[in-house]
Each structure stands twice: as C-alpha cells, then as structure tokens.
C-alpha cells in the first residue's frame, strides 16, 4: 500500500500557507479480514433474546442507568444483511470486498493498548469510525427523540445542533439564544470552566469534552470525579469527546475512563468516550476516529448500549475508509506516535506564541499563566467600529492544555469584536455565540496554522492593541 503522507491542518484563525512542518512518511500494510465474526443483530431486549452468556451475565449485574432505550431500535427483527452469513464473508473466497463497520481489528487493539492499556477498555469496545463529528450524530439517532440532554455553554455546535435536528428540543427562544429542553452547563472564568452540578437539572444524556473547544480549559480530576458522581446519581449515560485530549500536558486525566464508575470492574458505568485523529495527526481531511463504549453500559431495561450502537454503525455505515485505517495504524506505530506527538507540540508552540502576544499587551499588575488583562489604546481605533474606552479591560483564558486562546471583551458584543479584528489586522477568528450564549462577548483564537502565518497574524494584533 503507497505511503500516506502526514500534513498539518489549518485553521480559520490564521492564513493560507504551504506547511513548511515534515514528516517522515510510513508504509503500512493490512491484514487479511479472517477470523472474528462480528453479529449486527437487535432483538427485543428479553433475556431469551440475548442469546449468549456474556450479555446474560450483564442482565446480574445492579447498576443501569435510568435512560430507556430507543423503542424504535427494538422493533428491528433481523440483523442486518443477514448475520447468518458473517462466517462465509469471514473466509478468503466469500469476502466481498468491504470491511467491517466497527473497523480493522488491529486498528482497533492498537487504540486500545495506546489509549486504554490501563483503563479496562477492550479492543471489541472500539469502533472505528469517520470522525468524532459523526459519531455524535450516530448517538443522537442511538437514543432517539424522546431524551434530554445536557451540554456545555459555550461548547462545540454538533452536539446542539444534533439534537435539534433529532427532535430533542424545542424551539429557539430568542431572549435567552436557548433551544428549550436542553440544559446549558454554564462553564465561566468564575467557576474555572466547569460548570455548578448543583444547577443542572437531571437529563438522559450529558455531552462534556475536556479540553473544551473552544475555552481550551481541561477538567481537573476533582472536576470529572464529580461529574461522572453526577451522572451515576441521575441514571444519565455521560458522553465524553476527549479530542484534544493530547494536548494535556498537567495531570488532568486524558480518559473519562480514567474516574472510578465510568468504566471499571463495578456494576456502575456510565461512559462513553468518542475521539478523533483530526487534531493529534492533520487528518481534518482523512477523517477517522472512534468510539469506546464498555459492554456494561446498560439502558434502563439492562439492555446493553454498545449492541445497539453496534447496529447503528451496520445499518448506515460501512466503515472507515481502508487508506484512513492505514495511516492510523501508521500513527500509533512508535515512529508514527512519536510524529503526532511532534504535530501536537507544533501547535503547543503556536498556542504559546498566541499567549505571549496577549500578555505583551497585559498590565503588568494582571498577568498571569492562565489569565491577563489587555489594555487598549483607544488612538487606534478608528472607522466604522467605535472604539472602546480608554483603559477597557480584556481577559485572555487558556492556552496551556488546548491549542485554542479564549479571549474576553467584557461589554462588547461578538460582532463588534470580531469586525473590528477582521477590518484592522485582516485576521479571522471564530466568534464566542457561535458555541452557544456563554460564548458572548468572546472570541476564540486558534493555533491550527502555519508557523510564519501565525507570527505574522501576532504582529498585527500587536500592532492593533500595542
């Protein structure tokens, strides 16, 4: 198989540029699909429907979690596209020529020995798929319309946006830039961005990434024990997105797996994690990631959740890409390790370059690791835009644990910030109310770029707020 060739992503925050970043290519060949059978079937959840005594076993166990399963799902009669004849498709003459939905068995042992050697999570644990962004989708369609959900305010947009296309939600309430039906965990600098448990309501689902996108700010263990306490608590299934989770460099856990009850050798499991490629290895335009789900996890009816996403992912998908699967096996080979770890701390050094340009501009009295005040000098501003006050107050968050800058404007609206920005430096930022009411009156600044791009989009903000 050719080599596959390993390039940096780009992001909105700066410019185009050639990647001036190489990286070794590797050769990677895959084995032959002999061997495991995989099942894609979905019965009524009764135990004589269960059929073997793995999943009967699971039915003793004391723990479930109070979220019903999608009836829907349980209609199905058949499995899909007759499991009957998985043994012949596993044989060398009745291949067929797709792969298996959940993905490449030695893609999957791979990330389960890199990521989950110490956790407990099993590579039959692992699908393989398209993309983190698309497996949010699939949980939506996994748990139907009749769920709750919860999520971080501000938080990425898919898991929002995937429940109101489910019919989760109801409609967008204007005064308060809410969908109803949903719980927004509001994650502030007042609270170090983890949100007041003691506020949120009780839902089905909980959708928490950490290091967050876009605040950047990564949950302490503390933070997550109490979380997945709070989802053992309600019967809520926690939803994990773990996507940056290499850019940790303290010792905030990597794994939601990692807390006592999501995933351990006790009846009480409430995770699940999904994870991506994308921003450990620049393959935004390869696309490949996966999902962990423990085979203990069980709806309200003990029915296990892993065997109904399995069915899922058979009925609409039919696995990644053969390439994709490749290179991620190539990445997690020592050499390739060692090549994402050399990606991640590319963009580590642009996240501090970010950071440095900010804090040049801080009093000196504010500065600080995590956090600093901007002041600006109102000369500067001019046109269209008014400028703000002299001496107004400006925050800059993060920048340690995430390649993402979380800029505060205490008393501007996001457009405002983001026009005077793009106007007077011709750089583009992501605006904060794209990730939900929290997000108001920030912007979140990138360092998925080019090097040369990235210090000449500092310049110019220096220029800008000198």
Avoid at 111 to 132: K, L, M, Q, R
Avoid at 144 to 152: K, L, R, W, Y
Avoid at 243 to 261: L, N, V
Wanted: proline share 5%; charged share 20%; aromatic share 10%.
């Amino acid at each position: 198989m050719a080599a596959i060739q390993q390039s940096l992503s780009t992001s909105i925050s700066t410019f185009l540029g050639q990647n001036k970043l190489s990286v070794r290519s590797q050769n990677v060949s895959m084995q032959g699909k002999i061997g495991r059978i995989v099942r894609c079937v979905a019965t009524p959840s009764t135990t004589a429907s269960l059929c073997n005594t793995d999943q009967l076993e699971l039915l003793k166990i004391a723990y479930k979690t109070k979220v019903s399963r999608n009836e829907n799902l349980a209609k199905l009669q058949a499995g899909y596209l007759f499991p009957e004849r998985a043994h012949e498709l596993s044989t060398l003459k009745g291949y067929s020529g797709y792969g298996a939905e959940q993905g490449e068995n030695q893609l999957r042992a791979s990330i389960a020995s890199t990521y989950y050697a110490n956790v407990g999570i099993e590579e039959d644990e692992i699908f393989i798929s398209d993309g983190a962004k698309s497996d949010i989708s699939r949980f939506q369609v996994l748990f139907g319309s009749n769920v709750t959900m919860a999520v971080q305010d501000p938080s990425y947009p898919a898991y929002v946006d995937s429940s109101v296309i489910m019919g989760q939600t109801g409609q967008f309430q204007k005064d308060v830039e809410k969908y109803g039906n949903i719980a927004y965990m509001r994650c502030t600098p007042e609270n170090e961005f983890f949100p007041d448990l003691s506020t949120v309501p009780r839902t089905d689902i909980i959708f928490f990434c950490s290091p967050n996108n876009p605040t950047g700010s990564a949950a302490s263990r503390e933070q997550l024990t109490k979380l997945v306490q709070f989802a053992k608590d309600n019967g809520s299934i926690l939803i994990y997105d773990s996507a940056y989770a290499m850019y940790i460099c303290d010792d905030s856990p990597k794994s939601i797996f990692e807390i006592p009850g999501a995933k351990e050798a006790s009846p009480d499991h409430v995770a699940i994690e999904v994870s991506s490629f994308s921003k450990y290895a620049g393959f935004t335009g390869v696309c490949l990631g996966w999902t962990a789900i423990p085979k203990a996890l069980l709806y309200s009816d003990g029915f296990p959740v892993a065997k109904d996403f399995n069915r899922i992912v058979c009925t609409s998908f039919n696995g990644a890409s053969n390439i994709a699967q490749a290179g991620g096996l190539a990445c997690l080979s020592p050499d390739g390790f060692k090549g994402m770890m050399d990606v991640v701390g590319y963009y580590k050094e642009n996240t501090t370059i970010i950071m440095e340009t900010f804090k040049s501009c801080m009093c000196e009295e504010t500065k600080s690791p995590t956090c600093g005040t901007l002041v600006f000098n109102s000369s500067k501003m001019g046109g269209r835009i008014s400028p703000p006050k002299a001496n107004f107050q400006h925050k800059v968050y993060e920048g340690k644990n995430a390649p993402y800058v979380w800029v505060h404007f205490p008393g501007r609206s996001w457009w405002e910030v983001f026009s005077e920005i793009l106007e007077k430096t011709r750089v583009v930022t992501t605006p904060g109310s794209g990730f939900g009411p929290g997000g108001e009156g920030f912007v979140r600044v990138s360092a998925f770029g080019h090097r040369e791009n990235v210090v000449e989009a500092c310049r110019r903000f220096k220029e800008l707020y000198k």
